[in-house]
């Protein structure tokens, strides 16, 4: 923590999640989940959120990681067990503090096509 006291030292939480039996339930689950999320997105919790791919980048076995805004572990755990994809039991999940130090993010807007563009 010295090392990068002059740093962000933002704290989230990230939930790694995966499929417990098979792709069938994960897509069964799948409209609720995304709208679980995106009620996570309007409430200013979800910082990010996506699938994680095979190494080579060509397959989905269902696993996912999603970063939030928790106060507490505890706080950031119950968020994750109220995913209905949770709850249905189509996946498990292991949630880990996470702390941003490093990083960048730029937003490109453009008024007169109203197009942007996330680096």
Known sequence: MEASKAMLQK?????????????????????????YQVGLERDGVLYAAGPLFSDDGERWAGEGMVII?????EAATEIARNDPMHKAGARRFRVRPWMINEGRVS?????????????
């Open 11 to 35: 704290k989230l939480f990230a939930i790694f999640t995966e499929a417990t039996n098979g792709m069938g339930p994960v897509f069964e689950n799948m409209e609720a989940h995304l709208a």
């Open 69 to 73: 805004r928790a106060e507490s572990a």
């Open 107 to 119: 937003v490109r807007l453009d008024y007169s096509t109203q197009t942007f563009v996330i680096d």
